[in-house]
Every structure is written in C-alpha cells, then in structure tokens.
C-alpha cells in the first residue's frame, strides 16, 4: 500500500508543512526508521534524531516543525501513527464457518458469522455471539458466554460458567476460570477450599499470552471494561479490577484485592491480599504491597515495600549512600573513641 502525505494527513487530520504529494511505502518507529515510510516524533529530541535519517515524513505535535523533512502537525502524533498503522496493516479477516475437526455440543447455542476453528471444543449450554472467532485448540466449558466480535487464540482455556464481554481479545495460552488457591491448614494437611465462583471478563479487554485468571470462591472475579493485561500476569480469586486498567508483564495479584479506574502497572508487580489501590495510580515496575496494603488514588508509588515516589527515591538515595555512610560512621566511632581514651587519662592524672 502507498499513499501521499496528502491522503494521510487527511486521514488523520492534520495539517501538512511541505511537500504533500511525497508517496508513503509504509509505517516504521523512531528506532527503525526507513526509507519512504512515515513515523511520529512526540518532542524536539526526537524530531533531531529522525531528521538524520531517511524517513519520509514525521507526524509531530503541532509547535514543531523541520528544516529537512515534511511533517504533518496533529494534536496527539502518537495516536495518530497508531491509527496509520492500523490503516497499512488491517486485522486479519477469518472465513465464517465451524470445521469440522470442531466438537460442539448440540446443546450450544452459536450466533451468526462465527468462525470455529480446528480442535476447538465448545460444551454444554455454552454460548457464542455473533461475529465472534475461535481459532484453534479452544476449550469453551459448560455454560460459558462469550459476547460479540471477540477474537481467541490458539490455545485458551475458558471454564465453566465464565462470561466473556463484547470486542474482547485473548492471546494464546490464557486460562481463565481456573480454580483460586484456596486451602485451609490442618494438622493432617491442607484442605481444599471448594471454588465455586466464576470470572467476568467485560468489553473491549485485552489479555496477553498466558494470562490466568482464577475463579472466585464465592461471587466473581470481575475485570473491567477496556482494561488491557500484558503476558504472564496471574490474578487470583475474588480480585476486582477496575475498567481501563493496565497491567504489564509478570504482576501478581493475590487473591480479593480491589484495583481502581485507570491504574497503571509496571512489569513484576506484587500484590498481597486485600490490597486495594485507587483510581489513576501509578506502580513503578518491581513494587510490592503487603497484605491489607490501601494505597489512595492518583499517586506514583514504586519499591518493596511500595511507598509515594518522593519517599521511596529519598530511601533509594540513602541505601547507594550506604556504603560511604558507613565508612563515615567507622571512622567517627573510631575519633570518639581516641577523645575518650584521652579524656579518660586527663581525669586520672
């Protein structure tokens, strides 16, 4: 696919500075620029560094602009490349249909323009919206849901009684449903604490590859509308998770926690239980929250224990000055002890 820079700027409307008939070949980033293709530059620094190189065109904000290259000017470049990107690479379409290595129960109730792939198995009484994909080596178990126009990879995992919203997309190996770790101690060992719950999942979420998600043990576990999961995050039992939440890779959530609205996790995250979090915070990557941990809305936290960004970076400062503070301690100690032994001898004479 080419297009103009015209036909581009006008696709995500902005507003062109140069040559507007210059063809586009195709959509790269600032780490891979390419020759005839378009990228976005979201500061000065970034415009600098691209203008050295042999890309086409720049999507910028609207207070830059180049001496050596056209830019199109645009309230938010980086959605705008986002869009392009979609344009130059549309999804994947799937041919509708049930094949006929599928196992669907006659019990199942499956909508319109459905595409079941291969060693997909759908049991009892659960149900498949329309325009919906499974692609192939699927579990569906009894009494599932599963909205409109979501898309699941090769190799999920739904149990029993689960429900799937509408525009919802899972990743390979993802499991969803299975039971929460719950056991009570015994002198004789451990007994199983019967999970008897389910797992909502709500619309236009997103989970990455080998997500699990456990059943509740009584109720759900619940995730909100238009949260996006990165791979190999656990979340146990009970946990609630507000809508448009992120999580990023190797968090995990213990079990009836509560996160907010438009929190933001980075990689390695631990949560013990019970922990709640509110709305529009930020974890830096690593942190951890002991049990029972209740973190306000709208802040930056990161660190073991997880404490305000301001407080956390003073504790960080203070342990790479540990060394140095030691060896200040050593030495006084060793000053105060020499005024001592001379003092002692002056009072004895």
């Not at 780490?31 to 560094?49: C, H, M, N, S, Y």
Request: proline share 5%; net charge neutral.
């Amino acid at each position: 696919m080419t297009k103009t820079v015209k036909q581009i700027a006008s696709f995500i409307g902005g507003k062109i500075v140069g040559d507007d008939q210059i063809p586009i070949k195709g959509i790269t980033n600032i780490e891979a620029p390419v020759r005839d293709f378009i990228t976005f530059a979201q500061d000065e620094k970034g415009l600098k560094k691209l203008e050295k190189t042999d890309v086409a065109c720049l999507i910028v904000p609207p207070n830059l602009v180049s001496q050596t290259k056209t830019v199109i000017q645009c309230e938010q470049p980086k959605l705008a490349w986002a869009k392009l990107l979609t344009e130059f690479h549309p999804p994947k379409k799937h041919t509708a249909g049930i094949s006929p290595l599928a196992s669907v129960a006659k019990t199942a109730k499956i909508g319109n323009n459905i595409t079941i792939g291969p060693f997909v198995t759908i049991a009892d009484d659960a149900e498949i919206q329309d325009g919906s994909v499974l692609i192939s080596q699927i579990y569906i178990g009894e009494k599932v849901k599963i909205g409109k126009n979501t898309l699941l990879h090769p190799g999920v995992t739904i149990y029993e009684d689960c429900e799937i919203g509408h525009n919802v997309i899972i990743h390979a190996g993802t499991v969803i449903g299975a039971d929460g770790f719950g056991y009570v101690p015994t002198p004789q060992g451990h007994i199983k604490v019967p999970q008897t719950g389910n797992v909502i999942i709500e619309d236009d979420v997103e989970l990455g590859a080998c997500v699990t998600i456990d059943c509740a043990t009584v109720g759900s576990t619940r995730i909100g509308r238009g949260t996006k999961i990165d791979n190999l995050v656990q979340i146990a039992h009970n946990v609630i998770i507000g809508p448009h939440t992120v999580i990023s890779a190797q968090t995990g959530i213990s079990g009836s926690s509560k996160i907010g609205a438009f929190v933001t996790m980075g990689g390695k995250v631990g949560l013990g239980d019970h922990v709640e979090i509110g709305d529009a915070t930020i974890i830096g990557a690593g942190a951890g929250f002991p049990s029972g941990k209740k973190v306000p809305g709208k802040q930056i936290v990161f660190g073991q224990p997880a404490r305000p960004y301001d407080e956390a970076r003073k504790q960080i400062a203070a342990q790479l000055r540990s060394a140095e503070t030691l060896e200040e301690v050593r030495t006084l100690k060793k000053k105060v002890a020499e005024l001592e032994k001379k003092l002692s001898g002056a009072v004895s004479h």
